[in-house]
């Protein structure tokens, strides 16, 4: 199947700081997701992107959906305690479930 | 608007075992999917349904099962339980096949 390699695997910030975390693949997407999942939760939507080239916001995160394709990242300013988590790419095909793939994950740790 | 329900939370249950897990989807929701998470393998597909309909399967064995009822509701099964069943269940509910998804908190499954 599908392989989405998301790195890096875990960060460790100082509270202020910008984060960045990126996900690729040797296939292309018609959607890019980003997912954030607190311990013992669910993960939560944070952005989704539909169009190659396209940069959206959502407050302090920004993601990105590559040109080819094939790969996309997200950005967190200024970092707060509240963003540790681990995060989540995805991305989508065609019109299933099945067909989204996530990748591993990114931990990360926002240091007071 | 509720979000997407999954009871139980935690559940404990010894090899052999049969296990029923339940999902309230987001109301206007018609699609469910099942997905298991655990530390080694990440988040894997098992079902989705649409219309009392399962759509797609995952790479699963026969043991795990699923339905859905007519007001969207779904509930998967696992039989015969084994060690390595241990993992996150998640369910996640959607407008229809290939909208965005809305995860609930996951039903807990440890098998001892």
């Known amino acids: 199947g599908q392989q989405l390699n998301q790195s890096p695997q875990s960060m460790f910030i100082q509270e202020g700081e910008d984060v960045s975390m990126n996900c690729t693949s040797s296939?292309?997407?018609?959607?890019w997701l980003w997912y954030k999942q607190d311990p013992g939760e669910g993960p939560v939507l944070l952005i989704a992107?539909?169009?190659?080239?396209e940069l959206t916001s959502n407050g302090r995160l920004t993601a990105q959906f590559g040109i080819t394709r094939k790969d996309s990242f997200l950005n967190i300013s200024a970092s707060i305690p509240s963003d540790v988590g681990i995060y989540f790419c995805?991305?989508?095909?065609?019109?299933?479930?099945?067909?989204?793939?996530f990748g591993s994950g990114t931990q990360l740790t926002v240091l007071p | 608007k509720a979000g997407v329900t999954q009871t139980p939370r935690y559940l404990i249950k010894t090899r052999g075992q049969q296990v029923t897990l339940s999902c309230s989807p987001i109301?206007?929701?018609?699609?469910v999917s099942w997905y298991q998470q655990t530390p080694g393998q990440g988040l894997q597909f098992l079902f989705e349904?649409?219309?009392?309909?399962?759509?797609n399967k995952g790479n699963f064995p026969g043991r795990f099962s699923g339905r859905q009822f007519s007001n969207s509701r779904s509930e998967m099964n696992v039989s015969t339980l084994e060690l390595g069943d241990s993992a996150l269940y998640l369910c996640?509910?959607?407008?229809?096949?290939?909208?965005?998804?809305?995860f609930g908190s996951g039903t807990q499954l440890s098998v001892l």
């Open positions: 995805a991305g989508q095909l065609g019109g299933s479930a099945r067909q989204l793939t």
């Open positions: 349904y649409f219309s009392e309909t399962q759509r």
């Open positions: 109301s206007g929701h018609r699609s």
């Open positions: 992107l539909y169009k190659a080239g």
């Open positions: 996640a509910s959607s407008l229809g096949p290939g909208e965005k998804l809305f």
């Open positions: 296939s292309i997407f018609n959607t």
